[in-house]
């Protein structure tokens, strides 16, 4: 290895152990990032033309491994194994942020495509190396713009095929799911809200725009507009917690 210091070869060991990636590969990618390990998996995972060329026969294994004995898809009970194998709940979060990666069209669902495809975008060709980029995907939340694309992947992903908007019960399981992780104080309130006074199914707009209400609007809504251009329903949650005592109107 080049002239390195114990800290820079100890990167560059780690580098190469979760990616596959040869030394020369690693090193380059390390510098480019300044020495930032996740800067440097970012890169790398980024930039197609970097990566080391993932074994195909590796990846059709693995397909088949998961694969419904009845259809050539990946189904629930094979997603279960795979849940299973990389030792992860099926309802844990990480799970969206591997569909995401497959550009998986349905919930509970892998075309081969985009096993295979989602596979390859994150250098991945055996269950030791997806195992150890679970870890990476769960920091994918902690970037904004990372967590939007998720979210907003999360609504197509999670709706019955056929139907524009998501049903409620399960647009209020995937908002508990991702504002856990974003820490929204009034999740709760919103979901109680729906129930109490919506119960329809829900909009791309009204999911869309919900995120950046969280996002841009303090939880005490002290910066609240009302003239603002929220959906009538974020309008009316905002009246809800007014009436119910959980916030004071503020003038």
């Known amino acids: ?12 060991q780690q580098f190469i152990a979760i990616t596959g990636a040869s030394e020369k590969v690693a090193l380059q990618t390390l510098k480019n990032s300044e020495w930032h390990l996740e800067g440097a998996f970012d890169l790398f995972y980024s930039q197609p033309q970097i990566r080391t060329a993932t074994d195909t026969r590796n990846l059709e294994e693995l397909y088949n491994r998961y694969k419904d004995p009845y259809a050539d898809m990946i189904m629930a009970d094979g997603i ?3 849940c299973n194998d990389l030792q992860v709940d099926p309802a844990d979060i990480v799970m969206l ?11 509970c669902e892998f075309s081969k495509k985009e096993f295979v495809e989602g ?3 994150l ?3 055996s269950m030791v190396k997806f195992r150890e980029r679970i870890q990476f995907m769960r920091n994918e939340l902690k970037d904004e713009q990372k967590f939007r694309e998720i979210y907003n992947f999360a609504f197509g992903w999670a ?5 524009k908007s998501l049903a409620l019960d399960t647009a209020i399981g995937m ?10 104080p009034l999740v709760d309130h919103w979901c109680q809200f729906l129930q109490a006074r919506h119960n329809k199914a829900i909009s791309r707009d009204t999911w869309s725009q919900l ?17 603002g251009a929220w959906p009538y329903l974020i309008d009316e949650f905002v009246e809800y917690l007014v009436e119910n005592g959980v916030l004071q109107k503020t003038s």
């Open 80 to 82: 279960s194994l795979l």
């Open 175 to 184: 908002w508990q799911l991702l504002f856990a992780e974003k820490q929204w």
């Open 159 to 163: 709706k019955e095929k056929g139907q």
């Open 211 to 227: 995120l950046e209400f969280a996002r841009s609007v303090d939880p005490t809504l002290t910066n609240y507009d009302a003239e």
């Open 97 to 107: 942020v591997v569909s995401w990666h497959m550009k998986a069209a349905t919930m």
């Open 119 to 121: 596979l390859q975008s």
């Open 1 to 12: 290895m080049h002239k390195l210091n114990r800290m820079h070869k100890e990167k560059v």
């Open 123 to 125: 250098g991945v060709d």
